[in-house]
């Protein structure tokens, strides 16, 4: 599971760097400053959560079936929340309408708060 999760959270980050290059380069004429920070913010999660990833994969006290949970709530969460995000934040740009899946962004910022919550809960219920 951890070389899963290695791998995942590298593969998050550097779509991380890359969408944050894009936006700060290639969409900055094309977006207004609103639609950029929109962007940005699910840029900025998508990290946080790579980076969450890298360091689930390296506690050793996590049990598989958790580590299991925490990924697959961090993993949606990121795709629902931050892909969402840049769909909304682009849809200037495209002839399809993506404000009709502005309903999964608050899904996933969900999924992304559960992640953590069970990471927190890990912790709290271990005994010493």
């Given at each position: ?34 639609q ?6 699910g ?33 949606t ?5 931050s ?15 993506f ?30």
């Amino acid at each position: 599971m951890d070389k899963k999760i290695f791998q995942t959270a590298a593969l998050l980050g550097m779509i991380a760097i890359i969408l944050g290059a894009f936006g700060a380069h290639a969409l900055k004429a094309l977006l207004s400053q609103e639609q950029l920070a929109t962007f940005e913010t699910g840029v900025r999660y998508q990290m946080y959560h790579a980076l969450f990833l890298l360091l689930i994969g390296n506690i050793t006290t996590i049990s598989e079936k958790t580590k299991k949970q925490i990924y697959t709530l961090a993993l949606t969460g990121v795709i629902l929340f931050s892909g969402s995000i840049y769909l909304l934040a682009t849809n200037s740009l495209t002839p399809i309408d993506f404000k009709i899946i502005g309903f999964v962004t608050p899904i996933g910022g969900l999924l992304l708060i559960l992640s953590w919550t069970r990471f927190f809960t890990h912790f709290f219920n271990k005994k010493s």
